[in-house]
């Protein structure tokens, strides 16, 4: 078995569902709230760093002192909400007078970067697990591999080393257009 299919198989659907989102997704599934909005921003506070303790100790059997927890609940939410506009505050607006899904999709928003960062560090680490970041030779190797199963005509198959320093990036984007493609079969 190549590299490349060892990668595949690391990486399919339904190892990365097991490995990764599943745990993440029954932790959100697992927290319950008694009520959709909060009375007051010392209140979201405490339920924003609350939530991210639950989820880390339900998913990857970890927690932090609350002051920490909370911190990171602000830091993902200004980051997730940034590429739309919105912001702790806008945050915090939703979840005191429940618009926009209120303490429900604040959760949400929490759960969803930690699971993306999740994945991210998994893929990371199966790539890290199969090639050595530290050796051209298998980087090489990985991309040689790669361009044998793509077969494009454009790319310099003769030279694979002049690819090698992107090779997580190729790898990465191979992995998702076969993914895109799979999802397409099936909803055919």
Same mark, same amino acid.
């Given at each position: 078995m190549t590299t490349i299919e060892q990668i595949k198989r690391q990486l399919a659907p339904r190892a990365m569902a097991d490995e990764v989102t599943n745990p993440h997704d029954d932790a959100r599934l697992s927290y #319950? *709230? !008694?009520s959709n909005t909060v009375e007051d921003m010392a209140t979201f506070l405490v339920l924003i760093g609350d939530y991210l303790n639950?989820? %880390? =100790?339900? &998913? +990857?059997?970890? /927690? @932090?002192?609350?002051?920490? &927890?909370q911190e990171m609940a602000k830091e993902i939410i200004e980051r997730s909400l940034r590429r739309n506009g919105g912001n702790l505050i806008s945050a915090y607006h939703n979840a005191n007078t429940g618009l926009n899904g209120g303490v429900r999709k604040v959760l949400d928003t929490i759960a969803d970067d930690i699971r993306e960062e999740g994945l991210r560090r998994y893929i990371n680490n199966v790539l890290d697990t199969y090639v050595?970041? *530290? /050796?051209f030779e298998e980087? *090489? =190797?990985?991309v040689r591999e790669l361009i044998a199963v793509l077969r494009i005509d454009t790319v310099d198959a003769e030279n694979p080393a002049r690819y090698a320093s992107d090779y997580k990036r190729l790898t990465e984007i %191979? +992995? !998702?257009? +076969? $993914? #895109?493609? =799979?999802?397409? @079969? @099936? $909803?055919?």
């Amino acid at each position: 078995m190549t590299t490349i299919e060892q990668i595949k198989r690391q990486l399919a659907p339904r190892a990365m569902a097991d490995e990764v989102t599943n745990p993440h997704d029954d932790a959100r599934l697992s927290y #319950r *709230v !008694e009520s959709n909005t909060v009375e007051d921003m010392a209140t979201f506070l405490v339920l924003i760093g609350d939530y991210l303790n639950h989820h %880390y =100790e339900h &998913a +990857l059997g970890a /927690s @932090f002192p609350e002051l920490h &927890a909370q911190e990171m609940a602000k830091e993902i939410i200004e980051r997730s909400l940034r590429r739309n506009g919105g912001n702790l505050i806008s945050a915090y607006h939703n979840a005191n007078t429940g618009l926009n899904g209120g303490v429900r999709k604040v959760l949400d928003t929490i759960a969803d970067d930690i699971r993306e960062e999740g994945l991210r560090r998994y893929i990371n680490n199966v790539l890290d697990t199969y090639v050595n970041p *530290v /050796s051209f030779e298998e980087k *090489v =190797e990985i991309v040689r591999e790669l361009i044998a199963v793509l077969r494009i005509d454009t790319v310099d198959a003769e030279n694979p080393a002049r690819y090698a320093s992107d090779y997580k990036r190729l790898t990465e984007i %191979y +992995l !998702e257009n +076969l $993914r #895109r493609t =799979e999802e397409a @079969f @099936f $909803r055919l």
